[in-house]
């Protein structure tokens, strides 16, 4: 874990904030007009909960409601982190003991992914998007 980092650990950047909300309406209106972020879509997940995805400068912000919604730090589910090779972060995640051995990067329709969990237990998502134009097209009903 020690050592200097290498080029492919600082090409990092935020992709996204994903939490859970009390009221996606009331999340929508706020982050609109407090702070001009544009609305990219929203609808209904399979579990009947409502999301949407607000984009604001040079990051998204993914909201969506759950059962038993409680106002906390918790509702807050992961960082999202654009990179550009899923592959090669879980190697180096894994050599530096950050990831289990049994790892894999999980492979969705539009993305390659790599979760891991910072030292107070918060999610990290590290994002190669495949097809990101593809995944906005596809929330379109």
């Known amino acids: 874990m020690e050592g200097s980092l290498s080029s492919l650990e600082m090409n990092y950047q935020i992709d996204h904030v994903n939490r859970y909300v009390s009221n996606v309406d009331k999340f929508i209106e706020f982050y609109q007009s407090a702070l001009g972020f544009k609305l990219i879509g929203k609808g209904v997940k399979q579990n009947g909960r409502r999301y949407a995805i607000l984009q604001g400068s ?6 969506s409601e759950k059962d038993g919604f409680e106002a906390g730090c918790e509702n807050l589910r992961h960082i999202g982190y654009s990179v ?58």
């Open 58 to 63: 040079g990051h998204e912000l993914f909201i």
């Open 84 to 141: 550009d090779n899923a592959d090669k972060i879980l190697i180096e995640l894994k050599r530096k003991g950050y990831a289990d051995e049994e790892q894999k990067v999980v492979v969705k329709q539009y993305s390659r992914q790599v979760y891991i969990k910072d030292p107070d237990g918060m999610e990290i998502d590290l994002i190669q998007w495949t097809d990101k134009a593809g995944f906005y097209k596809s929330l379109i009903r």
